[in-house]
């Protein structure tokens, strides 16, 4: 009876929370607080809020380093689903779930998603849930639309004057605890050019956070002459062997990244020998990023070979569409051919 009572209440709220709107005198997240609350106490009534007013659903205790403040823990790598009230789930790292819901794609990545949390990166409610967490521990939280913004206040009172924002529910598991995101991808980096090529080393880097491995020799031993204009074949990677773009119609069917719409060929590259950065791309001669650039201007006549770099060099911390995480090293093999 009492569960038929709140139900009753909760959707009198909402009505009342649709009135409201029109009112313009109404206080900042006064119905949307009025409408969490009664969700609140229909779903959860024996839930505590947390200092800032988040509410957590279920935890599970790691045994590894607490996270604590953002700078003993600048940077995470974390597994999670982010959901809204009803539990629809609009995103995820985990592979498995997203099979059980029917949304798993063979171009999106499924592997533990890197966080950065130093200068209020993160929502005020999901930082303050991270804090007490350690690695390895799982943490399901409660986050109302007031402490889904990064701005920082000192009292839930100003949060809820301040800020509007949707619901949702994160629930998250700490895998590693990142003190220097640039050395821990150059040590990533390091890692795999050893094994993928056991005659290279971390020492064989052509600058920082880059290397070159020659795949084919070229037919001439000339550079490019400055505006000159080839023409490149390429497959562009993750570290993990994924296929996030390529210029090859039989490897776009293979990895699943085909379209009817987009054009497989050789794509045109304007050569600069005296500065490699000014090197662009296609007929609208667009920009390319810094490792990729590099990688061609090691290159010369009908030579193939394999730029690998990190972040710094590619996409950064903003990493490129959902195919191209935040801090990934990259990947490019390219091929100099004739025009198709």
């Not at 809820?160 to 220097?180: F, P, Q």
């Not at 993750?238 to 773009?245: E, R, T, W």
């Not at 001669?285 to 006549?301: C, N, R």
Request: hydrophobic share 35%.
């Amino acid at each position: 009876m009492n569960r038929i009572k709140n139900i009753l209440l909760l959707a009198a709220l909402c009505a009342l929370s649709l009135s409201c709107a029109k009112k313009t005198s109404t206080p900042l997240n006064e119905s949307a607080k009025a409408y969490f609350d009664a969700w609140m106490e229909v779903h959860y009534p024996d839930l505590q809020p947390t200092a800032l007013g988040c509410y957590v659903i279920s935890e599970t205790q790691g045994t590894g380093e607490l996270l604590a403040s953002q700078e003993n823990s600048p940077y995470l790598r974390v597994h999670y689903v982010l959901s809204d009230l009803s539990g629809n789930v609009s995103a995820t790292s985990r592979e498995d779930l997203s099979k059980q819901l029917g949304a798993y794609s063979e171009t999106s990545n499924y592997f533990p998603a890197i966080w950065r949390r130093e200068d209020n990166a993160l929502s005020a409610g999901l930082d303050e849930s991270l804090e007490t967490m350690r690695v390895g521990s799982r943490k399901k939280t409660i986050i109302p639309g007031w402490l889904s913004s990064t701005q920082r206040f000192d009292t839930p009172e100003e949060y809820l004057a301040n800020v509007s924002g949707t619901n949702y529910i994160y629930d998250v598991e700490v895998v590693e605890i990142i003190k220097d995101i640039e050395k821990w991808e150059i040590d990533s980096l390091g890692r795999y050019i050893e094994a993928a090529y056991p005659d290279m080393s971390v020492l064989d880097s052509l600058k920082f956070g880059f290397y070159y491995r020659q795949t084919a020799a070229p037919d001439s031993d000339k550079e490019f002459p400055n505006d000159t204009t080839i023409y490149i074949n390429y497959i562009g990677r993750l570290l993990n062997g994924k296929v996030f773009d390529t210029t090859i119609a039989d490897t776009a069917k293979r990895y699943s990244l085909y379209s009817s719409s987009s054009t497989y060929e050789p794509v045109s590259i304007k050569f600069n020998k005296d500065d490699y950065t000014q090197i662009k791309m296609g007929t609208d001669e667009s920009d390319v990023i810094d490792g990729f650039a590099y990688t061609l201007s090691k290159m010369k006549s009908h030579e193939s070979g394999i730029g690998i770099f990190y972040s710094g060099l590619g996409y950064g911390s903003s990493g490129s569409g959902g195919s191209i995480p935040s801090y990934s090293p990259l990947i490019f093999e390219i091929e100099i051919v004739d025009k198709k």
